[in-house]
């Protein structure tokens, strides 16, 4: 009768342990609705990695979706820089030279800012622009002008819109799907902690209650 007890006790172990490594796959959470040996933290377990991966699912068409809201954005954007920046031709005024002082601290220097003027819609205008060292007075470059004819930066293209809405919608399905797996793994890691915790409690109740003396 002793062998017996030990055999039906030592195969109730092996059960749950069984359960208990199965209970974050799939099938695990029809298998805890109905198996008494799967315990509370199982099933909890197994009901946060099915949400886990549910949400990651329903994430695809969401981080699409904002993909291409991103786009059209930005195709709007570069139809309206199309029809608000303009390039025109600036002359530099003086001759880009680099202060011997500012070279030495420095190093090696690929670009002087020196004085240019240009000519938009009939009027003349004034700034800096960015030419290699020594270039000379006179030296022609293109520039980008917003309509009031002042200096701004290059317009963006169509594949700067396509890049920006890749970049988005990839960026937003791996930030959703850290959120989700690391929310799972902190559970996981609390259930590991809490089922330890237990099988010490009940391992020390074993042992009290089978110590002879």
């Known amino acids: 009768m002793v062998i017996v007890g030990h055999a039906r006790e030592h195969l109730g172990m092996t059960m749950r342990r069984k359960h208990s490594e199965h209970a974050g796959t799939p099938r695990?959470?029809?298998?805890?609705?109905?198996?008494?040996?799967?315990?509370?933290?199982?099933?909890?377990?197994?009901?946060?990695?099915?949400?886990?991966?549910?949400?990651?699912?329903?994430?695809?068409?969401?981080?699409?979706?904002?993909?291409?809201?991103?786009?059209?954005?930005?195709?709007?954007?570069?139809?309206?820089?199309?029809?608000?920046?303009?390039?025109?031709?600036?002359?530099?005024?003086?001759?880009?030279?680099?202060?011997p002082v500012l070279q030495s601290e420095v190093g090696s220097v690929t670009s002087a800012t020196v004085d240019a003027t240009w000519s938009y819609d009939g009027l003349d205008h004034q700034g800096q622009v960015s030419l290699p060292p020594g270039s000379p007075a006179g030296t022609q470059l293109p520039i980008w002008v917003d309509r009031d004819g002042d200096q701004t930066a290059p317009p963006a293209t169509g594949a700067d819109a396509v890049v920006t809405a890749l970049f988005t919608g990839f960026g937003s399905l791996i930030a959703a799907a850290s959120i989700f797996v690391g929310t799972y793994f902190a559970v996981r890691f609390r259930l590991d902690t809490q089922r330890h915790a237990d099988w010490d409690r009940e391992i020390a109740a074993f042992l009290g209650e089978n110590n002879p003396s």
């Open 28 to 99: 695990s959470s029809h298998l805890a609705e109905r198996n008494p040996l799967v315990r509370r933290s199982d099933r909890i377990q197994s009901t946060i990695k099915t949400t886990v991966l549910t949400l990651m699912i329903l994430m695809l068409p969401v981080a699409a979706w904002i993909g291409m809201s991103t786009l059209a954005v930005g195709q709007s954007r570069v139809a309206a820089q199309e029809s608000s920046v303009r390039q025109v031709t600036a002359t530099t005024t003086t001759v880009a030279d680099i202060a």
